[in-house]
């Protein structure tokens, strides 16, 4: 590994202190993603109106499908390098980065062709308004045939997450989103583009960062250098194949996640305007409180596979209890906040106190709450999982919570049972209790496998 202050060695050191640091930067940068698409919409809205809004309320919902699929797939690169980065073998890092990269273009390609053959016929199905149409294909068709920019980015921040570097990922999204806001203000209004506009912002501002991404990692790092190092000449097939066990079903479980609430979202519909108004808006609250999980769950991934890599089994056991545990009492306080403050919270987002109001702050009131705790639990445990190697424990934990309980639960309870739509606000908050418990079996299942002595 180069030496650099912003890099992290989780094979050794104060375990606790490592991990609070390295996802602070990253809790920053999920922030700093998730505002990407609320400033299109924003500026998109204030310049083209309800009929803009409408194309990316859309549109929005395919592209996270892509950015899920993206994020999996760098996901494995990075549990890949991490462990050869352990393991200090520089020739190792050096293929699984070039591998990675080789992943991100074919899957580019394939998003491209995809996105620009599937939009119009996929949005139309979804009986997305005639008025709006044309705005989301377009907007949905110019990110995909921009898609090399994110996954080339990806897959560099994956690389220099596996270093123990969350500092840099952080700098390039922030100047990224910068660039973004910037490019939206001209595109969308002055320069008479619209909704394509603010797609064309974003694609330039992503294909920015990835190549300012790609050369810090030339520079910094001597695994980082791929061209003309011989390593695509040797051939890349078995670090390729290594990338794709952990990347897709990294992909898959975050697709499905996605498309499970999107299949939720459809199901709140059918209650009217009130309920989906107030769902969207509970969505959006308990979306930002997930961010500090999920950063908590990558640097488990992170110092995890270091440690696997390094032989330090004892300390990776380690990693995964003692991110469970940071990871729950962070939740904890958020979900405390958000009871207490849910009203106020709910008022932010512009709804007047009515029917809406009142099914958002119930909304609240069930989705974050105690189960929350094993939402942190669960992501804690299936970031350990991915990170000592076994990415299939996570993809079927995401069924289990995607369709098994949310989706599943949620017709259960609103349909057959009655309960409406808090029958399906219950079966959301449900369904990280059975994948949190088979993770924490997992997690002891995999302690005693590995010999690691009790205590040690």
């Known amino acids: 590994m180069a030496s650099s202050a912003s890099t992290v060695s989780f094979s050794e050191g104060p375990l606790f202190r490592q991990l609070l640091s ?134 560099a921040a994956a690389f220099l997450k596996a270093q123990g570097d969350a500092w840099t990922p952080l700098v390039l999204v922030g100047a990224a989103t910068f660039v973004n806001v910037a490019l939206d203000l001209v595109l969308v209004g002055p320069a008479g583009l619209g909704v394509p506009g603010a797609a064309v912002a974003t694609v330039a501002a992503q294909g920015l960062s990835a190549l300012l991404a790609l050369a810090l990692v030339r520079r910094r790092f001597a695994a980082g250098r791929v061209l003309g190092s011989g390593v695509l000449a040797a051939g890349l097939g078995a670090h390729v194949r290594a990338v794709l066990s952990v990347g897709l079903p990294s992909a898959v479980q975050m697709a499905v996640v996605n498309l499970s609430y999107a299949l939720v979202t459809g199901m709140l519909n059918r209650y009217g305007v009130d309920v989906a108004a107030a769902a969207g808006v509970g969505l959006q609250i308990s979306t930002i409180a997930g961010l500090p999980c999920w950063a908590i769950g990558q640097a488990i991934t992170t110092a995890a596979a270091q440690c696997a890599g390094a032989g330090e089994l004892a300390r990776a056991r380690d990693v995964a209890r003692l991110g469970a545990r940071l990871n729950i009492g962070v939740t904890l306080g958020i979900q405390v906040l958000i ?59 995401s069924l289990i919570d995607a369709f098994a309980v949310r989706f599943g639960l949620a017709f259960l309870l609103s349909g057959a049972l009655g309960f409406g739509y808090v029958g399906i606000f219950v079966a959301q908050a449900a369904s990280p209790v059975i994948p949190a418990l088979i993770g924490g079996a997992y997690l002891r299942h995999w302690t005693r496998s590995h010999g690691v002595e009790r205590g040690k």
Not at 138 to 144: D, E, K
Not at 357 to 368: E, H, N, S
Not at 389 to 397: D, K, Q, Y
């Open 339 to 397: 009871q207490l403050l849910a009203p106020a919270i709910v008022g932010l987002y512009g709804l007047a106190q009515g029917t809406s109001f009142d099914i958002a702050v119930l909304y609240l009131r069930i989705t974050c709450s105690v189960t929350g705790l094993f939402y942190a639990a669960m992501y804690s445990f299936d970031s350990f999982a991915l990170g000592a190697g076994s990415p299939r424990l996570v993809l079927a934990n």
């Open 22 to 155: 390295f996802a602070l930067p990253l809790m920053a940068v999920n922030i700093l993603q998730y505002v990407y698409q609320a400033v299109d919409m924003a500026v998109v809205g204030q310049v083209v109106g309800d009929v803009g809004l409408v194309s990316m309320s859309n549109a929005v919902n395919a592209v996270f499908l892509v950015n899920a699929f993206v994020i999996g797939l760098s996901a494995g690169g990075g549990v890949v390098v991490a462990r050869a980065v352990g393991a200090g073998d520089v020739g190792a890092q050096r293929r699984a980065y070039a591998a990675t990269l080789l992943v991100a273009l074919l899957a580019a390609a394939g998003i491209a062709v995809a996105g620009t053959l599937l939009a119009r016929p996929a949005f139309t199905a979804n009986a997305v308004p005639e008025a709006a149409l044309d705005g989301a294909v377009a907007y949905t068709a110019v990110l995909c045939c921009g898609a090399a920019g994110p996954f080339l980015m990806n897959a």
